[in-house]
């Protein structure tokens, strides 16, 4: 029985993940900045193999609670999912900083930290670690720059680590998603911390969050590095490196609602 942490885990792909890994006879420890959603989701799984902490995945105080958790009840961890992540929507010029720090905080930052941390334990395992960026991490998207750029710093700082964890036997996978159909852009920000008051703009298919849950544990067991399940947002991102001018035509019309 494996054991897998899942961040973010009370709703939209985090759920959709908790939810397969239990199916699949996995034992969960899961965690949410939404204590009472993170409730209901464990009450819906059950207690004999599934155990939720709350709280906020930017705090570090946290990470060392998840992981001192998971040792004493479980004893190893096998997998860890950094899904827990945030967005915004609205013009550069007229975002507040804090929005900027926050979603670096929840974006990279905190994935990043809450990995170090879990590194004795996955070496006890040979586990993996899974992490999810996004295609805006690769290509600009307007309206989304520190989202952008924080998923450009996930990328690149988990790319590195891939290298020196694998020294110890530690699987690291990437997901590079597009637009999903879950609450992070429901629940966007706006210039002003507050939520968006717009609809996003998309490129392509949106995509079911459980459709993405199960493409990201099959490549979890072929032990992959990489997963790019949307075709379309992958074209877009070599067209973005091939021809820039196309693309930021096409992407201005595109997301020109974003500059509301």
């Not at 939209?12 to 949410?32: E, V």
């Not at 209901?40 to 004999?48: K, P, Q, S, Y």
């Not at 990489?226 to 091939?242: I, Q, T, V, Y």
Request: glycine letters at 8%; hydrophobic letters at 45%.
């Amino acid at each position: 029985m494996r054991v897998v942490l899942i961040t973010g885990a009370a709703s939209g792909l985090g759920w959709q993940l908790a939810r397969a890994c239990h199916a699949r006879g996995d034992a969960l420890l899961l965690t949410d900045i939404d204590s009472q959603g993170l409730a209901a989701r464990v009450d819906t799984l059950g207690t004999e193999r599934v155990l939720g902490v709350p709280g906020d995945i930017t705090d570090p105080a946290l990470h060392e609670h998840l992981l001192e958790t998971c040792r004493q009840r479980f004893g190893r961890l096998d997998v860890l999912l950094n899904n827990a992540g945030i967005t915004h929507r609205s013009p550069t010029v007229r975002t507040t900083p804090a929005v900027f720090r926050k979603v670096m905080a929840v974006d990279y930052h905190a994935p990043l930290e809450l990995t170090l941390a879990a590194l004795p334990l996955l070496r006890e395992s040979r586990g993996q670690v899974a992490a999810i960026g996004s295609m805006a991490g690769w290509m600009p998207v307007l309206g989304r720059a520190g989202y952008c750029a924080a998923k450009s710093a996930l990328s690149q700082a988990f790319e590195v680590l891939r290298a020196e964890i694998g020294l110890d036997g530690i699987g690291l996978l990437l997901v590079y998603p597009s637009f999903l159909d879950t609450p992070i852009d429901r629940n966007a920000l706006g210039a002003d911390g507050q939520p968006a008051r717009h609809a996003r703009s998309t490129i392509g298919n949106v995509r079911s969050a459980e459709w993405m849950a199960e493409a990201i544990l099959v490549a979890l067991h072929q032990r992959r590095e990489r997963l790019f399940p949307d075709r379309g947002s992958w074209l877009a991102s070599l067209l973005w490196r091939l021809a820039p001018a196309l693309y930021y035509r096409q992407m201005s019309r595109r997301f020109a609602g974003e500059l509301r």
